[in-house]
């Protein structure tokens, strides 16, 4: 038992040192007490997430699917692909749309330095439509009427 004794006495003694040399060396201002700086701004995002979108309405009466192989060609010759469509079905299946029925074409987003654009459906039967100078705006939200002028013949 007096090992028992010893050691916490001198673990005691060991402590209440460390606890005098600290107490000296804060009256003394020997060492700083740091506190870390968090900072809570908001900073911009390095990766934009763009996409481009045409909210397309017709003129005619017309029988109407979209080719997957639709893009954007900007003026510069780059292609942007067809992310995904709403209230139009993928080729081969279709539907009888009246005049003033509403689809929408999600596609990826345009360059920075694009200043106009085509949209293309390219297929491999007549009839795709063809949409030449659609000229940039600053939100990539686009509405266009579409119609049997804008069909490939």
Not at 15 to 41: E, G
Not at 50 to 55: N, Q
Not at 108 to 124: A, M, P, R, W
């Amino acid at each position: 038992m007096p090992c028992i004794k010893t050691n916490i006495l001198f673990s005691l003694q060991v402590f209440m040192q460390s606890v005098i040399i600290l107490h000296l060396l804060s009256a003394m201002n020997f060492f700083t007490v740091l506190q870390p700086q968090i900072d809570f701004s908001i900073q911009p995002q390095t990766a934009e997430e763009k996409i481009t979108i045409l909210h397309c309405t017709l003129e005619n009466d017309l029988w109407i699917w979209m080719w997957p192989s639709t893009y954007l060609v900007q003026q510069d010759g780059q292609h942007k692909r067809l992310l995904h469509i709403y209230n139009i079905p993928f080729h081969p299946d279709w539907k009888v749309a009246k005049a003033g029925h509403q689809f929408i074409l999600l596609f990826e987003g345009l360059d920075s330095n694009c200043v106009k654009f085509d949209l293309i459906e390219k297929s491999e039967e007549k009839g795709g439509f063809i949409i030449k100078d659609i000229q940039r705006n600053s939100t990539d939200v686009y509405h266009l009427l579409v119609g049997r002028k804008d069909l490939q013949r």
